[in-house]
């Protein structure tokens, strides 16, 4: 899981640039807190197989995120955090299903809303996440204050 955690940063690395820190820096203290975050609430934890070999995870759990303005059974949603296919197995349904599976789960988990986070400039995990049904809601700006 460390190496697939190294390779979703190092991936969105390539395409963002700053503010991410390279995968070798950042994986063992993201995974001890995924850890935590998947004991936490209703987390799961999926593999994708091929011939024994591991091919692609997803790691998502319940997520409050504490916003009185919106209704409640949206405001805990199934929540995302991790999905990785390995680079030569994409395009074969790998993450459509891991994610069915995980939509699957945390409806029978109670949870009515799956939610994502990604970086407006991973167009190919965007694309996979609309393919799949998912539509935006929020947008975060960012500006360098000089
Ligand atoms: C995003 C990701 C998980 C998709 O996994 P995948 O197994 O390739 O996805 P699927 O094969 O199920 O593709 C589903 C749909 O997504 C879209 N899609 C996937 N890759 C695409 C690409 N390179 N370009 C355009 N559309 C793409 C297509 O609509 C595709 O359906 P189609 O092949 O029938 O046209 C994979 O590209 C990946 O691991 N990326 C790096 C890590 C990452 O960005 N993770 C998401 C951040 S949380």
């Not at 940063?9 to 070798?24: A, T, W």
């Not at 995870?57 to 409640?72: M, R, T, W």
């Not at 991790?82 to 993450?95: A, K, N, P, T, Y």
């Not at 939509?103 to 029978?108: D, G, K, S």
Request: net charge neutral; with cysteine; hydrophobic share 40%.
């Amino acid at each position: 899981m460390g190496q697939a955690v190294a390779n979703i940063q190092d991936f969105e690395h390539e395409i963002v640039g700053y503010p991410l820190r390279p995968g070798r820096d950042v994986w063992e203290d993201y995974l001890s807190d995924l850890r935590h975050r998947l004991t936490a609430d209703k987390g799961v934890f999926l593999v994708a197989e091929a011939n024994r070999e591991i091919v692609g995870v997803l790691a998502g759990y319940a997520h409050k995120a504490g916003d009185c303005l919106v209704a409640s059974e949206f405001d805990r949603s199934a929540y995302i955090s991790d999905l990785f296919v390995q680079s030569e197995r994409r395009r074969q349904g790998i993450g459509t299903a891991l994610m069915r599976e995980f939509e699957r789960t945390m409806l029978a988990k109670g949870l009515h809303w799956m939610t994502v986070c990604i970086k407006s400039k991973n167009k190919t995990a965007r694309q996979a996440y609309k393919n799949y049904g998912f539509e935006d809601y929020e947008v975060i700006l960012t500006k360098r204050l000089l």
